[in-house]
């Protein structure tokens, strides 16, 4: 069993920052890769930005620049770095982790108010 606790999230304004964290913790045997998704209402799921073992990362064109993933492979943890924050980036943003399958977080609400 695989459990990803986030924490962050929260209400700011247009242009300032925010910071996520993602733990796993459990019957982890090699995270392949870690990062971050978010759905924002009546929208689907959409990739943020994610981040393999070996520190190669991926982001969605709409953060680049703007958005940072990092991770501590020795925590199992993931972070998000997000600046320059827009109110289209308000979302309920959710931790993913591959493994052999999927695992996600509960999410957590990222409101940015213009």
């Known amino acids: 069993q695989v459990r990803l606790v986030e924490s962050g999230g929260g209400l700011v304004q247009a242009g300032e920052s925010l910071g996520l964290s993602c733990s796993a913790s459990?019957?982890?045997?090699?995270?392949?890769?870690m990062g971050w998704y978010r759905q924002a209402p009546g929208k689907q799921r959409e990739l943020v930005a994610n981040?393999?073992?070996?520190?190669?990362?991926n982001y969605a064109d709409s953060v680049k620049g703007r958005f940072t993933v990092s991770r501590n492979n020795a925590k199992d943890t993931v972070y998000l770095q997000m600046n320059s924050l827009k109110p289209d980036d308000t979302a309920v943003y959710y931790c993913?982790?591959?493994?052999?399958?999927?695992?996600w977080g509960q999410g957590t609400q990222v409101t940015v108010s213009s």
């Open positions: 459990g019957s982890i045997r090699g995270i392949k890769r």
């Open positions: 981040i393999d073992s070996s520190g190669n990362t």
């Open positions: 993913h982790a591959l493994i052999l399958w999927d695992y």
